[in-house]
């Protein structure tokens, strides 16, 4: 479990290991809202950034 700015963030023990060094972001745009993940980690990404690889 993270907290930072009122956020609270609960990640599961597997995942947390691909989540390592990862920024994350709230972002508003033209196509709605949501939370950016910026992973150093990540291989490869798909063509529309909804999946990537590590």
């Known amino acids: 479990t993270f907290e ?3 956020v609270t963030m609960v990640v599961d ?3 947390v290991l691909y989540l390592d ?3 994350i972001d709230f972002v ?3 196509y709605g809202e949501g ?3 910026n ?3 990540v291989t490869s990404t798909c ?3 909804q999946s990537f690889g590590v």
């Open 39 to 41: 992973n150093p980690n």
């Open 28 to 30: 508003e745009g033209l």
């Open 47 to 49: 063509g529309c950034g």
């Open 21 to 23: 060094g990862t920024e």
């Open 4 to 6: 930072d700015k009122g």
């Open 13 to 15: 023990q597997l995942s």
């Open 35 to 37: 939370f950016k993940f």
